[in-house]
């Protein structure tokens, strides 16, 4: 079982513009043991003067419940930051109920002149945790759900993408997790390069 980190750019949008989506489905884990449930999401951003840009969103399910709100500004040529905070409650199997939340830092830049992109993102967990959608419904699986007492603290990661024109992208990135109740960390590493070659895409990549 691994983790893949993944990031979402900076929010950043021009004044007056929108942006708006809702999704209804089925949770569905790879664990076959583990329950379907329904779930939606619904964000919303907005471009405010000044190049601000404001968003938030919801997230639910039936043992399940985020809001998440925050705040982009565009930097021009510097890039873009946004800083965003959210807060849930989840009740894992077999367990009270739970709330917690925690803040994101993000930020994003990209250099047109080589094609390069940068991601930096960190997030901070209040001292009661945080516990995600899929952490909570995974534990509504047939027989006794999984436990951990470990508790999230802190997460950094740093994405790299370069474009090679024709030759394709390259990307590398790289992310660590802190924990309470003396587990330590976590720290990954991967780096991935795809290439399309008549409509055919081809991609390889490596995780540490």
Same mark, same amino acid.
């Given at each position: 079982?691994? /983790?893949? *980190?993944?990031?979402? *750019? ?7 513009? $929108?942006?708006?989506? +809702?999704? @209804?489905?089925?949770? &569905?884990? !790879? ?6 449930? *329904?779930?939606?999401?619904? *964000?919303?951003?907005? =471009?405010?003067?000044? /190049?601000?840009?404001?968003? =938030?969103?919801?997230? =639910? ?5 985020? #809001? ?20 849930? $409650? ?6 009270? &109920?739970? #709330?917690?939340?925690?803040? &994101? +830092? &993000? ?10 992109? +940068? ?11 945080? /516990? ?19 508790? $999230? ?17 390259? !990307?590398?990135?790289? /992310?660590?997790?802190?924990? =309470?109740?003396?587990?330590? !960390?976590?720290? !990954? ?16 990549? @490596?995780?540490?």
């Amino acid at each position: 079982e691994f /983790s893949v *980190p993944y990031q979402t *750019p900076a929010i950043a949008l021009q004044e007056g513009h $929108r942006v708006y989506n +809702l999704m @209804a489905g089925q949770y &569905r884990a !790879s664990d076959n043991a583990v329950d379907a449930a *329904p779930v939606a999401q619904a *964000p919303v951003m907005y =471009g405010l003067p000044w /190049s601000l840009t404001l968003y =938030g969103g919801l997230q =639910g399910a039936e043992h399940y419940q985020a #809001t998440t709100a925050g705040l982009g500004i565009s930097l021009g040529s510097w890039g873009a930051v946004s800083l965003d905070g959210t807060y849930g $409650r989840g009740q894992k199997k077999g367990h009270d &109920r739970e #709330t917690g939340g925690f803040g &994101r +830092l &993000r930020y994003s830049k990209s250099v047109e002149a080589t094609n390069t992109s +940068l991601t930096l993102s960190t997030t901070r967990y209040d001292a009661s945790g945080f /516990s995600t959608l899929s952490e909570v419904l995974d534990s509504y699986r047939q027989g006794s759900p999984a436990s951990s007492d470990a508790q $999230r603290r802190s997460e950094t990661s740093l994405t790299l993408g370069q474009s090679l024109g024709g030759w394709g992208s390259f !990307s590398l990135s790289g /992310s660590r997790n802190s924990y =309470g109740n003396g587990h330590g !960390s976590t720290e !990954s590493f991967s780096a991935g390069y795809g290439v399309g070659i008549r409509g055919v895409s081809l991609s390889l990549n @490596a995780t540490q």
